[in-house]
Every structure is written in structure tokens, then in C-alpha cells.
């Protein structure tokens, strides 16, 4: 049976989540040297078909993400001609405060992923986009409209 967990292949699903080494190390238990050794293939996975679950648990909450980000840009411009503000964060802190249900599920670096891979999506279907940093003290992201 073939390896559907290659080498390049976990590299390749863990960058795209926009997961270091150490992030994805410290998510699953382990040292950062043990994900390296993984990618170079000087070493492989005991258990390979849970990091395969993983990564795909991951990515499937990435994409519920993208998605949600997409519904907020659906409701909003067909309200205004101004352009979405896609909030990413400054620190863990902060997206947790504001975030909290997506900082339990996603790290705050694939959320990140997520806010900056929207605006290709969204232009494509000319919407425009501002990518904003949001703080404790700044609340751009949530003011609401009381027209």
C-alpha cells in the first residue's frame, strides 16, 4: 500500500495551513526536530494515517473558515459599496478575545492563511477587500452599522 503521507506531501498540507515546524510539533506533542526529520525523510510517522487525520481535520476548518469569511463578504456587499474588512490579529491574545471560537479550533497563524487568501477570492468575484490588524484597542473589525 502506498504512503499517502510523503514527505513532501506533510511539508507541503503543513505549509499551506500556514503551520511552522514548531507550531505543528507543539499541536501534535512533539519536538520540532521529529517534524523535520519526517519531512527529510530521515524518519517517518509511527502512526501516519492519525497525522493524515489530522492535517485533514485542519484543513477541513480551514476551509469552514474561508467559507465563513465568504458568507460575511456575501451579506456585506450587497449592503455597501465599501470595501469588506477581513480583521486578522496582531497576537494570541487578541484573537482569542475576538475570535473565540475559531482560536480553539485553528492556530492563530492558519487563521491568518485564511484572512490573506480571501481577498483573491473575493476580487475574483469583484468584491473589493481591506486586510486590517486588529488590536484590543481596535475595534474597526466590530463596529456595526446603525444607519
Known amino acids: 500500500m502506498m504512503n499517502i503521507l510523503t514527505p513532501v506531501a506533510l511539508r507541503s498540507r503543513r505549509e499551506e495551513l500556514g503551520l511552522s515546524r514548531s507550531n505543528f510539533a507543539k499541536i501534535l506533542g512533539l519536538g520540532e526536530s521529529t517534524i523535520r526529520s519526517w519531512e527529510i525523510a530521515k524518519s517517518s510517522p509511527r502512526d501516519p494515517s492519525s497525522i493524515d487525520h489530522l492535517l485533514g481535520k485542519l484543513e477541513g476548518e480551514y476551509l469552514n473558515l474561508v467559507d465563513e469569511l465568504m458568507c460575511t463578504a456575501d451579506d456585506k456587499s450587497r ?25 480553539r479550533i485553528l492556530p492563530i497563524s492558519t487563521y491568518r492563511v485564511a484572512v490573506a487568501h480571501s481577498p483573491a477570492i473575493l476580487n475574483s468575484e469583484n468584491i473589493a477587500t481591506c486586510i486590517v490588524g486588529v488590536s484590543e484597542r481596535d475595534e474597526n473589525c466590530f463596529e456595526e452599522d446603525n444607519d
Do not use: A, G
Open 79 to 103: 449592503i455597501t459599496s465599501e470595501p469588506l474588512l477581513l480583521c486578522s490579529y496582531f497576537n494570541q491574545r487578541d484573537y482569542e478575545l475576538n475570535e473565540p471560537y475559531w482560536s
